[in-house]
């Protein structure tokens, strides 16, 4: 427990600050036996890593992780896989003058409250770049899940400001630095070239989903499926918002139209014919795909002056320097995958220390397709 | 753990089926010393319950809470309190035809595939009714928070169907059967009136808020604030979407906009000049009100036949009867406001334990307002 | 967590108080599809239960177990199963003079100190009494050990008070009152015939076993199986020692002695030479019997008087009357049972959540023999 | 969880094996505020390190310490604490030919089982090396609560072998190389050249203390102090036996003589006239001295010859060489009084979420010595 750890079978707990030597994780729980290096691990981060376009912060972080533990000649030993990058690229004169100021919209004012004292260096703990560890041990969960099951996870952009990007197709996302799943991102380009020059910075909307899921994730209350994902999404720096499935669109609908009928077909024999609920019912799993998105609110660190205090109390103006992101939700999208990979890794193992014995399913099918 | 508690330092372990004996909850943890009896409890369990108006489901519970430890001559003893309610109008017989089909929208199936058994007796653990021991436990909670800070928590429909409904006031709340907070509510009850004839159902948008927040509570990573009260939310039967702030709307918003500005002023020396992040910094409260909203699907046991599968794999129509709210929604607002409660109530202890002693604050003002 | 539960998959949520309305505990994390009902339950705790011969407490509790939620015709459903023993026989009026003075050896001075308030109504929660619960929970961890993998669990007392008891077989245990391994247990009658009349009380030495155990039970550091059996005992009341294996004879040995030497044999192609070391290895069960001890203290509640303090903070004299067993370890065996079994059921849990799909094992064998 | 986490309000999580590239853990939930750097930590890690006499393993190490995150301008910033050993002076090639063989009472075996492979070197993560993060933590966890309670902590040894070492005083421990608490050490020396010629080993036993316990720490049922200490103690490699207090001396006691009384005086206005269960009542810390004693078995790396069976399950004879101590109880003090502190500030902690505004005491004196 104790707040920076995710899961309780798969257990990741995330340590380090954004100027510290070093950042990282543990990874607690692991199955033994899979074959894994720093290779199956660093391309997700490179997908996450700063500088690799302008429209993202310019701080260059090689961000090269170390494989400390938990792994032996080339596989998985059940142990502790302790994942370490040290930090390359801290400047951390630029945050010389917060130290003394609290940044709107940041956690300076909160981190002071609550522990007497903070680390102001690029936001100490509460810098985005503390997603790294998360990212890496998401990718341990995904090797894993696609291994066991075929499941794989995707995440792109939807919206960014006030601009709906739409959905083409999953692979134009490799394609252009914002994760959008269109051909032709000059739109939005145009928009974060106008949003840069006025100082400003946007929100951002993005999608991630979970194909090929198992069936049967997930417990009754409280630790739903769809509550522990949630909880992992909305734990992410910025995000104001989750939806599962049709999310505030099924306010408006009625049930006649909402429930997701059930049909004969597929492996397990079942197909549903539609997926309103983002492929959790009564908080497990039902083989859908999981359909997640999330609210990500405007960068903090903004060149626009705003009015705060200092920690003597007196109001000043303030204006962020540094290096920042005009829009964080650009690099989120693999950090959601991550996310929601580390959930369903949980939960998958959740379900074989419970129901590893449950062999139920249609008359004349394979029990289980999962 | 094992995914019916919720809660680490003040853990609420439910338990009880819809057509079992009983239902109710053993919360470990709670702070020793406060009086406390069923009188403090049973009112929100009847803000919640079933059958007090036509608009809801009219399965007729008293939803009685007894006290079976815990408690010695009126007073928490800091040890378990256990709280059961017996179940009194079961009426089985009604779900006699649907133990051998999978009705659309509910946990049939999935619990079904998950178990490998279940029990169909109004829905067993997945009915609404479960969310009477949440209730039970968030009151001892509100009360506590109340005396130790001050904090008060209050629950409210905006959003029937397609219906807006606006926010006047919340002394409205009280006064109609939907929580809805405006004086006249003959719209809504038109609006539901012609729902139950069409025998189908609705969805609803509900708020909920805490007021008089310590500043502070909160985890960095992962288990933050608002990561912890979206996981308690969308762990509500029914939820598909948690916003907190400004939620979805600030993907739109620029950063100039969102970011609350921190002006001199109250109780512990500031005050905020907006609340677009619905009073979170970095997962952790800034003193600012908790502003939560949450989307909650239709209904899924309506009257329209739908398509679906028995448990023999074959397609089949389905009419659900029984005794059913038409917008699980209407009884909602006393039920999320004890789940934003009891999460506000874990991180209060947690941030006893590890920052108890944090004696910070602006020069010449009390140190914490908390 | 908070402090009443123990187990995290297999997790029981002890509640209750000595002379309160009910004693109780809530399972949850129970594998779905086993056959359970009161009739699996009540032998262990009739077992258990007080008044069943003059050697120990004559309070009259029928202790009934009535199971409130988790089974459905006949069936563990995987939901939290809610075990209820109503309280009968509170005899309240006898404790009336130890509210206001601290016991020696007995936990009032402690509670009063932790809580700021006590029960003292049979010492409240600190009560012998709500080790039924264990028991009764204990009681479906056996049956599906049993099931599982044929593994079975039995206590006996190897000493009571300076008496020696010595082992000629587990045959004899449940035909005398003390779980005495003997045929022959008159100078067991004759000690605590004396004992009773000088109005004193006595230790015991108990030893308790696992039979058939899976091997690869475990965890490498900290929540090893012998950690965690080491917990579960000494959170026992009155227990002030646990062996395993050989225990504290270990010191003086040899290594070439103590090393428990592999031969080829058995159902796994593995049998060992001795047990020395109690059935674990590196944290880890290895297949070999579980093997453990306790040291349970005599009981505090004596008719010899004591000096000690009332919460004035005066020296008074005290006497404990009321109805107490002059050994506690005397019932202890099926507690103690119960406990081991607890700790192995979560085990096993966690041991197919990680490993459930290792497949390994000596080449020509069945991989596992579990 | 997961099993290679100590706590859960100060959570240490351990990682590494004993020749990879580093070891170490991360603590979180520790404090904010307090003063720490390298230096606090590292005396105790030089205690505990190898090479420092004839008597133990002659791996040089030196065991260099280093915070990786959580200290910022060398204060606590509550935040998660990573501290680093980097392995320096591996010999993997000791241990070519164990990879294929099951070293009697080492847990080769049992790794195997349970995860299907093993890494071999230097014990991998079985080794006792990896007590060393432990040691790292416990720094930590002594520090404050020296500084917050004045509470220390000591640990020597009492047995080597078949020799008992006796008491004289805590100030000779330090001056010589196996932590015995007696000016002339020649015995032990003579005794250990003895064995090392034998080429074989011998066990041990050990006692460790908390001195200046604050009141009230621990939980009524399972979690009890107790219990978390032989928890702690029994998760230390080779440990097969705890004891609190008189341990299984209390077996022969007579309540009379066994319960300690409670007289007037000291601090909180109660002093014990003895000590006989070790500073808990009920679970519960009653301010006396915590006294605590463990019993280690004799290393299993020995060069007397033992039977066994490699891993097609052929019996062999197996000598195991490499570098080892041959009583691994004379390092273990350290370690002990760091698995003690790790769980006194656990509790310390969860005391003061619960019960942090308990101000109880007698009449007349401050209400908390603690």
Redesign the interface.
């Known amino acids: 427990?104790?707040?920076?750890?995710?899961?309780?079978?798969?257990?990741v707990?995330?340590?380090?600050?954004s100027h510290?030597?070093?950042?990282?994780c543990?990874i607690?729980?692991?199955?033994?036996?899979m074959a894994l290096s720093e290779a199956d691990i660093q391309p997700d981060l490179d997908r996450r890593r700063p500088g690799t376009s302008k429209f993202v912060t310019q701080r260059n972080e090689p961000d090269r992780v170390?494989i400390?533990?938990?792994v032996?000649q080339g596989?998985t030993?059940?142990?502790?896989?302790?994942l370490?990058i040290r930090n390359q690229d801290q400047r951390s004169k630029d945050y010389g003058d917060i130290a003394q100021s609290?940044?709107?919209?940041?956690?300076d004012?909160?981190?002071?409250?609550?522990?007497?004292?903070?680390?102001p260096?690029g936001g100490?703990?509460?810098s985005a770049r503390?997603t790294a560890p998360t990212v890496a041990a998401g990718a341990v969960a995904k090797k894993w899940l696609r291994e066991?099951y075929g499941t794989t996870f995707r995440g792109c952009m939807t919206?960014i400001?006030?601009l709906a990007i739409g959905f083409e197709s999953w692979e134009h996302v490799p394609n252009n630095p914002f994760f959008a799943p269109v051909a032709d991102v000059s739109a939005i380009e145009d928009y974060m070239s106008a949003l840069r020059k006025s100082g400003?910075?946007?929100?951002?909307?993005l999608r991630v989903t979970a194909q090929q899921m198992p069936?049967?994730?997930?417990?009754?209350?409280?630790?739903?499926l769809?509550?522990?994902?949630?909880?992992?999404?909305?734990?992410l720096?910025g995000?104001?918002?989750?939806?599962?499935?049709?999310?505030?669109?099924?306010?408006?609908?009625?049930?006649?139209?909402?429930?997701?009928?059930?049909?004969?077909g597929g492996v397990?024999?079942?197909v549903f014919?539609s997926n309103?609920?983002?492929g959790?019912?009564?908080?497990?799993?039902?083989g859908n795909d999981l359909e997640v998105a999330i609210?990500?609110?405007?960068?903090?660190?903004?060149l626009?002056p705003?009015?705060?205090?200092n920690?003597?109390?007196?109001?000043i103006k303030l204006i962020t320097k540094g290096r920042h992101d005009p829009c964080v939700g650009i690099r989120a999208a693999p950090i959601i995958e991550a996310l929601l990979a580390l959930v369903v890794m949980e939960h998958a193992?959740?379900?074989?220390?419970?129901?590893?014995?449950?062999?139920?399913?249609?008359?004349?099918?394979a029990a289980?397709d999962d």
């Open positions: 427990m104790s707040g920076n750890t995710l899961g309780t079978l798969f257990a707990t995330n340590f380090g600050e510290g030597p070093a950042i990282g543990v607690d729980g692991c199955p033994p036996g170390e400390l533990s938990g032996y596989q030993t059940g142990t502790p896989i302790c370490l609290f940044r709107p919209g940041h956690a004012y909160t981190y002071w409250r609550k522990y007497g004292l903070r680390d260096r100490g703990r509460s503390l066991q919206h400001g006030g400003d910075s946007c929100g951002a909307r069936v049967g994730l997930g417990e009754p209350i409280y630790d739903r769809d509550a522990d994902i949630a909880h992992a999404m909305m734990g720096n995000v104001k918002g989750v939806e599962i499935g049709d999310g505030f669109a099924s306010v408006a609908h009625r049930g006649s139209l909402h429930g997701d009928s059930l049909l004969p397990g024999g079942v014919a309103h609920d983002g959790v019912l009564g908080g497990i799993s039902n609210a990500v609110k405007p960068t903090s660190s903004i626009v705003r009015a705060t205090l920690t003597a109390g007196e109001p193992l959740r379900q074989r220390a419970q129901c590893g014995d449950v062999r139920e399913g249609f008359p004349g099918l289980r």
